[in-house]
């Protein structure tokens, strides 16, 4: 059973998940103005489980034990990074206009057992959420054996256009071990996202999975890449109405970034209006709740922590700040992770103190 929690039962259950002796050693100060960040947040209730969103570990869970642990080695400034994200293809079968893997030799896909090998020693590093992209990962039929090496420790997100998802493959999905399913999905208008995802299919691809994921209590996210001259904009309520039919847990709007020579014409991402709008939707219980990323990493919440708390590994191994900043401090292919994250810590910490 699936069920959103506002309003004061909100705040209950996330002080329920805070009764952990882990929290002890955890700054007060740092606690109060997490709870604060909550305010415009709802729950997700799925099989005994809460998920505020795609940022955060659901609770109760191990990986949830894991930030916990990992809140408290901040205060020591001992950093590990929250969430790595591993291209594990970067085979697709989609052309999107605003693509940040376009540029990538499609035949640069690692084997198993190295992926399985660098997830070992990101989460022997502390890393909390351990994400699948590409490319499109799906095509990988050795998808699940990848996931399934991760430990308890961490919680998973597979980032996927839903292209080839059956309802057995998604079962195998969830035994595997999936914690989370980011589908993209523009658009409430067919030719709107099929022409931004440059496929006739990806539409009926994207409703397809978010069904299949929600049905088999795989915590389920529309992530939509926006700008304001689309339709789907202008009408958000209507998307956002859509995607909650479609059985979808959560709308992740991101900010588009122009990658190619086919995305003339991109319009403004108004903060404004989407934050109004969530403020809206996160507050009534019947609704999908909104999670924006530009808000998520701006200075009034946690703001970008690429390169210190997000990392990203591309197809080829090379670790890097993250999908849109592929600028490669090191191979995992001839070092090892802590070597390579160490230098690229120093030098994100170093900027942002200048």
Same mark, same amino acid.
């Given at each position: ?7 004061? =039962? ?11 002796? &882990? ?39 191990? @990986? ?5 642990? %990992? ?5 020591? #400034?001992?950093?590990?990074?929250? #969430? ?15 693509? @940040? ?74 035994? *595997?071990?999936?914690?989370?399913? *980011?589908?993209?999905?523009? *658009? ?8 931004? &995802? ?5 539409? @009926? ?8 994921? *929600? ?36 709308? &992740? ?39 924006? %990323? ?51 810590? =120093? ?8």
């Amino acid at each position: 059973m699936t069920k959103h929690i506002t309003g004061i =039962k909100k705040y209950l259950r996330l002080f329920q998940g805070m009764i952990n002796y &882990r929290v002890i050693g955890i700054p007060i100060p740092f606690i109060i103005a997490l709870l604060k960040k909550m305010k415009y947040e709802k729950l997700t209730e799925i099989n005994n489980q809460y998920y505020v969103n795609t940022q955060y570990a659901p609770f109760p869970s191990a @990986s949830f034990n894991s930030s916990l642990k %990992l809140f408290q080695e901040m205060k020591k #400034s001992n950093f590990s990074p929250l #969430s790595v994200y591993i291209s594990v293809t970067n085979s697709c079968v989609n052309k999107c206009i605003y693509c @940040s893997n376009s540029g990538n030799d499609k035949n640069s896909n690692l084997p198993a057992s190295k992926i399985i090998d660098i997830i070992r020693q990101i989460q022997n590093s502390g890393t909390i959420a351990v994400g699948f992209t590409g490319g499109e990962p799906l095509l990988r039929s050795d998808l699940e054996e990848i996931i399934s090496s991760v430990s308890a420790a961490s919680y998973t997100i597979l980032f996927t256009s839903g292209a080839g998802l059956t309802s057995q493959r998604t079962k195998t999905l969830k035994q *595997s071990g999936l914690t989370m399913a *980011s589908v993209s999905i523009d *658009s409430h208008i067919q030719s709107e996202h099929n022409a931004r &995802r440059g496929s006739k299919r990806a539409f @009926s691809d994207a409703l397809q999975a978010i069904r299949l994921f *929600s049905q088999n209590g795989i915590y389920t996210t529309a992530s939509a890449v926006m700008n304001s001259s689309m339709r789907s904009w202008k009408e958000l309520d209507v998307f956002a109405d859509f995607l909650n039919d479609a059985g979808a847990h959560e709308l &992740r709007i991101l900010r588009e970034i122009p990658r190619s020579k086919n995305s003339a014409g991109i319009g403004d991402f108004d903060s404004i209006y989407v934050n109004s709008f969530l403020k809206k939707y996160n507050r009534l219980g019947n609704k999908i709740k909104i999670m924006s %990323l530009p808000n998520f990493e701006s200075s009034d919440y946690c703001a970008c922590s690429a390169g210190i708390f997000h990392l990203y590994v591309d197809a080829d191994a090379n670790l890097c700040p993250c999908d849109f900043i592929q600028i490669p401090f090191g191979s995992l292919k001839t070092e090892n992770f802590n070597e390579i994250y160490s230098r690229m810590k =120093k030098t994100f910490i170093s900027n942002s103190e200048k």
